[in-house]
């Protein structure tokens, strides 16, 4: 194919190399030009400004369509810094962000690609850009690095995709990498910056009930890294069962999970206020599912073990009636709306 149009192909390539070698300049050189540190930007919720909370614990964790927020993005702890030259409110436009897509899929070097990963994910907190990456086709390119074998990498991959997952339009081409996020979340190492990402993208992508049913295998993996996963962990775990405790389609699904009976400790006085509340709404949301119409609904068998036995049993009502007299005002009103039905 020669003449002009095959001369326009090779331009455009030439083009496009020469933005990326300069986009590799960009990452590794511009330390050296500036030597200054820039913090990580995290996630704007599709019609507004920066957001980092779940969300009102008696709903869903975030909920778009009612206004709600999304989970927070980037890990607070040992964050590396953005080395792109340009001050940290600099926004990539789509030609910029073609070229860095282009580096971060023709690149082997993994210090080129968390930090390429670093800087896509900070502009994937702008709505604009969340849909330039989808059109240009950067969801696959980001998709295919939380299979990398550098942990550092694979975790900016999911944080990046944490980002991106806030337009639902995204979550449609998202959904396909679920199953392996649950998989490297409950089989690799417990507590870990990779595992935290994981249930972080796990949470956004169940903020609508479009995509939970994806999860119906990994529930009683939930509840397993819920007991045995430090604070952090737990708060995660449970901001996505809330999000999965909202929906009547996954309500048995929950209760039939073989949950330990080591969870009811979590309904004791003296656990931390951001694990209690979110265990009694828990309580509280599968409850409402179970009624239609102000009747219950008609229940299947349930095996001993499993969760319903545990938050249907004396010794969960026990805990839950203790509670009233609980020294934190707002753990005391949340127990108020929930003893009629204990």
């Given at each position: 194919?020669?003449?002009?149009?095959?001369?326009?192909?090779?331009?455009?390539g030439l083009l496009l190399g020469a933005?990326?070698?300069?986009?590799?300049?960009?990452?590794?050189?511009?330390?050296?030009?500036?030597?200054?540190?820039?913090?990580?930007?995290?996630?704007?919720?599709?019609?507004?400004?920066?957001?980092?909370?779940?969300?009102?614990?008696?709903?869903?964790?975030?909920?778009?369509?009612?206004?709600?927020?999304?989970?927070?993005?980037?890990?607070?702890?040992?964050?590396?810094?953005?080395?792109?030259?340009?001050?940290?409110?600099?926004?990539?436009?789509?030609?910029?962000?073609?070229?860095?897509l282009y580096l971060l899929e023709s690149?082997?070097?993994?210090?080129?690609?968390?930090?390429?990963?670093?800087?896509?994910?900070?502009?994937?907190?702008?709505?604009?850009?969340?849909?330039?990456?989808?059109?240009?086709?950067?969801?696959?390119?980001?998709?295919?690095?939380?299979?990398?074998?550098?942990?550092?990498?694979?975790?900016?991959?999911?944080?990046?995709?944490?980002?991106?997952?806030?337009?639902?339009?995204?979550?449609?081409?998202?959904?396909?990498?679920?199953?392996?996020?649950?998989?490297?979340?409950?089989?690799?190492?417990?507590?870990?910056?990779?595992?935290?990402?994981?249930?972080?993208?796990?949470?956004?992508?169940?903020?609508?009930?479009?995509?939970?049913?994806?999860?119906?295998?990994?529930?009683?993996?939930?509840?397993?890294?819920?007991?045995?996963?430090?604070?952090?962990?737990?708060?995660?775990?449970?901001?996505?069962?809330?999000?999965?405790?909202?929906?009547?389609?996954?309500?048995?699904?929950?209760?039939?999970?073989?949950?330990?009976?080591?969870?009811?400790?979590?309904?004791?006085?003296?656990?931390?206020?951001?694990?209690?509340?979110?265990?009694?709404?828990?309580?509280?949301?599968?409850?409402?599912?179970?009624?239609?119409?102000?009747?219950?609904?008609?229940?299947?068998?349930?095996?001993?073990?499993?969760?319903?036995?545990?938050?249907?049993?004396?010794?969960?009502?026990?805990?839950?009636?203790?509670?009233?007299?609980?020294?934190?005002?707002?753990?005391?009103?949340?127990?108020?709306?929930?003893?009629?039905?204990?």
């Amino acid at each position: 194919m020669g003449g002009p149009r095959g001369a326009g192909w090779v331009a455009a390539g030439l083009l496009l190399g020469a933005g990326a070698c300069y986009c590799i300049y960009r990452l590794t050189g511009g330390r050296r030009r500036g030597d200054r540190e820039l913090g990580i930007r995290p996630s704007k919720p599709a019609g507004g400004s920066a957001g980092t909370s779940e969300g009102q614990l008696c709903g869903r964790s975030a909920r778009p369509q009612r206004g709600g927020t999304w989970e927070s993005q980037w890990s607070k702890t040992s964050q590396p810094e953005d080395l792109t030259v340009g001050s940290y409110d600099d926004v990539l436009n789509a030609e910029q962000l073609q070229k860095l897509l282009y580096l971060l899929e023709s690149t082997e070097d993994p210090v080129i690609i968390e930090r390429a990963l670093i800087t896509l994910g900070n502009n994937a907190a702008f709505s604009v850009n969340q849909a330039i990456i989808r059109e240009l086709g950067g969801i696959p390119i980001v998709g295919n690095k939380i299979n990398h074998s550098n942990q550092s990498v694979k975790e900016k991959a999911l944080n990046a995709l944490n980002n991106l997952s806030v337009n639902v339009e995204n979550q449609i081409k998202i959904k396909i990498y679920i199953n392996q996020v649950c998989e490297d979340v409950f089989s690799g190492p417990l507590n870990s910056a990779v595992q935290l990402a994981g249930l972080r993208l796990l949470t956004n992508m169940t903020v609508t009930n479009d995509h939970q049913h994806m999860l119906h295998s990994y529930i009683t993996d939930l509840f397993q890294v819920l007991l045995t996963g430090n604070g952090n962990t737990k708060v995660q775990v449970l901001k996505l069962l809330l999000n999965l405790s909202e929906n009547p389609a996954m309500t048995e699904g929950l209760l039939r999970a073989q949950v330990d009976s080591s969870f009811l400790s979590l309904y004791d006085s003296h656990v931390a206020k951001e694990i209690l509340l979110r265990v009694l709404t828990l309580f509280q949301n599968i409850n409402n599912c179970l009624k239609i119409e102000g009747h219950l609904a008609v229940q299947p068998t349930f095996t001993e073990g499993s969760l319903f036995f545990l938050l249907h049993g004396e010794e969960c009502a026990q805990k839950i009636r203790a509670l009233v007299d609980h020294h934190d005002a707002e753990v005391k009103e949340k127990v108020v709306t929930i003893i009629p039905k204990v």
